[in-house]
């Protein structure tokens, strides 16, 4: 126990830094929610409906003021790609619902609050957004996009464009093309199509060999032989016979989704034969301004976590129970230092590749993520590896005096290992903050319709579903070990000298441990990514047979970074592990299974 008197100026710090962090984030979310519908002329909401097969599917629906069944308005279907969800579209959405158009974005296997089970086939969730469309009075006619994995779903649509005739009007696929030469169909013959890739798309790449033997493809497929050319239009739009082909030059796969000409070629193609009730100039767009505002919030929402935590700990009835005093750090040697970065940095590169290689054939019947079981097996891999040496480590060190608490981080060390009341009250913090960041994300969602995401491929931050908790669960038990070692590191091996400045201290240790956790995948994807636009023909750094995880990697150093940062900061405020474990551990998991794609096994081919 911590015997030092109750200081009440912690508690008032804790409510103060938290209550200007709501402010912050209540500020913008309402400029996210203002700037995607206009200032209350587009209603944003969430919709569900049933799609084929009796699957309950889910969606973001955005709905210009004025329409109705008495004043009808062409809608468009955006679908998302693997791994991603309906908010990964809302770049295309914003845009598409300023000029006039009915926008739905469909959530399809595994995504948000889709139901998960063996009957979300990529067959039935793709007509299904069609069919709860054409269901509605106020829709008139009705284009479809789509973007990577969601040409699948395009595809089983133009298999089927007789039955959705004569509403459908247009169907554009983009960064997908080289699934043709995976399921051999053919482009649609009566409804208007296009086709967008990127010259630097890496699946192109992969699966192709590169961007053009993709367009040597669509020649061959579109009939036009040599005669086609790239970004004309063949055919009549009024007829349904259009045909256009476009590249986006040096645009990478994911770029696609945040990119002005990409959104621009999609909105003039679809107004040539269903025109955009409100016309606005498509060089004047604003989704850019809407991912700042929504990257701001959230970031906020991630500082929130720990500030949470830390004002419960300094409330009174609680304030004893947590809280020990820190250990005093005399640092490390140089020599401790640089083995102590080959455990955390050397040690995971060397295993990423054959951990999430052979991840790839994890079952997913019960742990339901192929791509969450890369990332987060790899990391229970090194946690292990980890673990194993700090046995040796301690084993060494129990020879020659005895273990305690204050070993591990667990307490001070005149007290016991395990101490039941500060491991209940830290169970209890750690349940609080979880309700009330999704309490709030609950109300946002739904009175906004929209979520917080940081420019919608990294990561995004949505409401809890019972679904998604049960999964979440699952996870929770996967990664123990990460977290066990996460936390033990924090409070033992990555300590730096005390300066006996507690801020700079603070802000030390937060930033090391971040730099520890998060550095070595916050530096491949990077690699990934910024190489592919740099060497710009779609080829990656590292093969894309290896590193495939990488590409649904983009949200992982941020669930890292607040694992890691969460922890050393609760570790300096109380002294020990135990809320800064558990925080992290719900709440990163939680964040991270919430966003990512939950496939049932009967459905990953």
């Known amino acids: 126990m911590n015997n030092a008197a109750y200081d009440h100026k912690g508690l008032k710090c804790g409510l103060k830094i938290t209550g200007i962090l709501m402010a912050l984030i209540l500020a913008f979310s309402v400029l996210q929610w ?21 699957s309950q599917q889910s969606g973001v629906m955005f709905v ?81 996009t789509g973007h990577s994995m969601a040409n699948l779903s395009l595809q089983v649509v133009e298999n089927r464009e007789n039955e959705f005739k004569p509403k459908l009007k247009n169907i554009v696929g983009v960064g997908g093309a080289f699934f043709y030469s995976v399921t051999g169909n053919s482009f649609p013959s009566q409804t208007n199509y296009m086709i967008i890739e990127a010259t630097a798309d890496l699946y192109e790449m992969s699966v192709l060999g590169g961007t053009p033997n993709a367009r040597a493809m669509i ?86 976590i720990p500030s949470l935590a830390y004002t419960f700990t300094r409330l009174p009835i609680i304030y ?65 590896v980890g673990i194993v040496l700090l046995i040796v480590r301690y084993y060494k060190k129990s020879r020659e005096t005895r273990l305690t608490a204050a070993d591990f981080g667990f307490g001070t060390s005149d007290e016991k290992m395990f101490n039941g009341q500060r491991i209940l009250c830290a169970a209890g913090i750690t349940i609080a903050v979880a309700t009330i960041c999704y309490l709030w994300l609950d109300i946002l969602m739904s009175v906004t319709g929209l979520d917080y995401q940081f420019f919608s491929m990294p990561g995004q931050i949505v409401r809890m579903t019972p679904e998604r908790f049960i999964y979440a669960l699952r996870y929770l038990l996967m990664m123990i070990p990460v977290y066990f070692m996460i936390n033990v590191n924090v409070a033992t091996a990555r300590r730096l000298k005390s300066t006996g400045n507690e801020t700079l201290d603070t802000v030390r ?25 740099v060497i710009g023909t779609g080829a990656t750094p590292f093969s894309q047979k290896y590193w495939d995880s990488i590409s649904y990697g983009w949200t992982f150093p941020f669930m890292m970074s607040l694992a890691s940062g969460t922890s050393a900061f609760m570790h300096r405020k109380t002294g020990n592990v135990w809320t800064g474990m558990m925080v992290a551990w719900v709440m990163a998991i939680f964040i991270t299974v919430m966003q990512c794609c939950l496939v049932p096994a009967a459905n990953v081919a």
């Open 219 to 304: 020649t061959e497929l579109s009939g036009l032989g040599n005669a086609m050319e790239n970004d004309t239009l063949y055919g009549d739009p009024t007829a349904g016979t259009a045909f256009q082909y476009t590249e986006i030059a040096g645009m990478s796969h994911q770029g696609l989704l945040y990119d002005k000409q990409t959104i621009s070629t999609i909105l003039d193609f679809i107004e040539l034969s269903s025109p955009a009730p409100n016309p606005i100039d498509t060089s004047d767009m604003i989704f850019l301004t809407y991912l700042l505002c929504s990257a701001v919030a959230f970031v906020l929402f991630l500082f929130l």
């Open 320 to 384: 004893g129970i947590i809280n020990v005093p820190l250990n005093h750090s005399n640092g490390k040697s140089g020599k401790k230092w640089a083995t102590h970065l080959i455990t955390d940095l050397a040690i995971p590169v060397a295993l990423f590749v054959p951990v999430t290689s052979w991840a790839k054939n994890f079952p997913t019947d019960f742990f339901g993520s192929l791509w969450v079981n890369q990332i987060f097996l790899w990391l229970v891999a090194c946690s292990l």
């Open 509 to 533: 240790a937060v930033l090391i441990n971040i730099l520890l956790s998060a550095g070595v995948l916050t530096t491949l994807v990077i690699i990934q990514f910024v190489g592919v636009r």
């Open 34 to 54: 203002g700037i995607a519908s206009d200032w209350g002329n587009i209603r944003i909401s969430r919709v569900t409906f049933v799609s084929e097969g009796g």
């Open 64 to 144: 210009p003021k004025g329409v109705s069944a008495q004043n009808p308005a062409p809608a468009i279907i955006n679908y998302h790609g693997r791994n991603n969800s309906s908010y990964n579209m809302i770049n295309w959405a914003i845009e598409e619902a300023r000029r006039g158009y009915i926008v739905l974005n469909a959530d399809l296997a595994g995504t948000l609050e889709t139901t998960v089970n063996i009957d979300s086939t990529t067959d039935n969730l793709a007509v299904g957004p069609v069919e709860y469309m054409e269901s509605l009075d106020m829709v008139s006619e009705i284009s479809l």
